[in-house]
């Protein structure tokens, strides 16, 4: 890199956070670990703001006109129709830094006209406040502004233990949609299968054994081919019976109906793509 982009970036290991929610609690605690100074935390919410501060033993603020504007990086982890609303007077308060935010679903060019300097650290996984998170083996996908912005970012995440790559803000609607499907949906489910067991006088734990081993398949199969169970094959008679049991629970009733159709349909288009047929 050029003495000018050095220069620009002798400050970007002052941080400030803005938000104060899972993903810039557990960003937050892996950048201080890894060297970086962040300088102040910014939320709406005092409590959530006070929290975070008091473990990066840094200053906090809940007003957007207080923010330091001497810090070479604004990493903002809000909600998307929030972050919309913080950037005006955010990138007031220090035109020349670093402006970058964390949503999968946002594009990069939100930041467009309001900052010089800009781009995205998408860490993809689940956070919660309460559960470490091992950050060497969490997936960053980056974008920058330009290709000094864009390296700055790599520089920041393999900092920090994460493996990097360059996804486009297409790509990354993508990459969020499927970590929806992934993890909320699945857990979602998870939420469903407690539900029907503890109902029952059933423990939940008892399918966890099932659930380790279905998410470590995914590893060594592809998802479809790791595919059992009555849906896969389309066994009606099981099918029929266990959508007796949901007669009482409509909404989950269709749940299982939609997808057991949807995975018997993937089933067939593994079949045709293995007979070398890809019309589907």
């Not at 949503?103 to 993809?124: F, H, K, Q």
């Not at 559960?131 to 920090?160: N, Q, W, Y």
Request: charged share 25%.
């Amino acid at each position: 890199m050029n003495e000018e982009w050095n220069m620009k970036n002798e400050n970007l290991s002052a941080i400030v956070l803005v938000g104060a929610g899972n993903v810039a609690t557990h960003l937050g605690m892996a950048l201080r670990e890894a060297g970086y100074r962040i300088s102040q935390v910014f939320s709406r919410t005092e409590a959530s703001a006070s929290v975070l501060a008091g473990k990066l033993d840094c200053p906090y603020t809940m007003n957007i006109r207080e923010v330091t504007s001497d810090a070479g990086l604004y990493l903002v982890s809000v909600k998307d129709l929030a972050l919309e609303e913080v950037i005006p007077p955010l990138t007031r308060r220090n035109p020349k830094a670093l402006f970058v935010h964390t949503a999968g679903s946002m594009p990069m060019d939100v930041w467009r006209g309001a900052a010089e300097r800009y781009g995205v650290l998408y860490p993809m996984q689940t956070f919660s406040k309460g559960r470490a998170v091992d950050f060497a083996t969490v997936p960053f996908f980056v974008e920058g502004s330009g290709r000094e912005e864009t390296e700055a970012l790599k520089s920041l995440a393999k900092r920090i233990g994460g493996r990097v790559y360059e996804a486009t803000s297409e790509q990354r609607r993508y990459l969020h949609i499927a970590a929806v499907f992934a993890c909320n949906f699945t857990n979602h489910l998870y939420a469903v299968a407690h539900h029907l067991l503890t109902s029952h006088g059933l423990p939940f734990e008892a399918v966890l054994p099932l659930i380790d081993e279905t998410a470590r398949k995914v590893h060594v199969l592809e998802p479809v081919k790791a595919q059992t169970g009555p849906a896969q094959r389309y066994d009606e008679n099981v099918i029929g019976k266990h959508l007796d049991m949901l007669a009482g629970e409509p909404e989950l009733a269709d749940i299982y109906e939609q997808m057991s159709r949807n995975i018997h349909r993937y089933a067939l288009n593994l079949k045709k793509r293995e007979q070398g047929d890809d019309k589907l």
